[in-house]
C-alpha cells in the first residue's frame, strides 16, 4: 500500500521560508514522477513544483525562483524548499505520485491527472 505523508508546514511571516517534505512508503516506481500541489480556500488544486526522470524539475511560473524541488531516493523523501514566501502562498499542500516511468513534459507534469497516489497534505499560512 502506498502511503505518502507530508510535514512541515506551519504559519510564518512574509518574506520567510519553510521545508516541506513528502515521505513514501510501499512506492516502487522510484524514477517516476512526484509533485507538490496547493489549494487555498474557494480555489482549484493547482501544481506548484514536480521532480521527474534523470531529476527533470518543473516549477509553476508564480513561484519561480523562490520553490525549488528535490528528491532524495535512499530516503524515499521528496522536498519542497519555499523561500520568499507571499500571503497568496497559504494554503494546503499535498504531495503526489504518478506511476508515469517517464518525464512527461513542463506543463503536463503540473497536472492533477497524472497522479494516482496523493498525501493528505500539510498546511502553509503565510501573514503579512
Known amino acids: 500500500q502506498v502511503q505518502l505523508v507530508e510535514s512541515g508546514g506551519g504559519s510564518v511571516q512574509a518574506g520567510g521560508s519553510l521545508r516541506l517534505s513528502c515521505v513514501v512508503s510501499?512506492?516502487?516506481?522510484?524514477?517516476?514522477?512526484m509533485a507538490w500541489f496547493r489549494q487555498a480556500p474557494g480555489k482549484e488544486r493547482e501544481g506548484v513544483a514536480s521532480?521527474?526522470?534523470?531529476?527533470?524539475?518543473s516549477v509553476a511560473d508564480s513561484v519561480k525562483g523562490r520553490f525549488s524541488v528535490s528528491k532524495d531516493n535512499a530516503k524515499n523523501t521528496l522536498t519542497l524548499q519555499m523561500n520568499s514566501l507571499k500571503p497568496e502562498d497559504t494554503g494546503m499542500y499535498y504531495c503526489?505520485?504518478?506511476?508515469?516511468?517517464?518525464?512527461?513534459?513542463?506543463?503536463?507534469?503540473?497536472?492533477?491527472?497524472?497522479?494516482?497516489?496523493w498525501g493528505l497534505g500539510t498546511q502553509v499560512t503565510v501573514s503579512s
Open positions: 510501499g512506492y516502487t516506481y522510484s524514477s517516476a514522477c
Open positions: 521532480f521527474g526522470t534523470y531529476g527533470r524539475t
Open positions: 503526489a505520485a504518478s506511476q508515469l516511468p517517464v518525464w512527461p513534459g513542463v506543463r503536463e507534469s503540473l497536472t492533477q491527472r497524472i497522479y494516482k497516489y
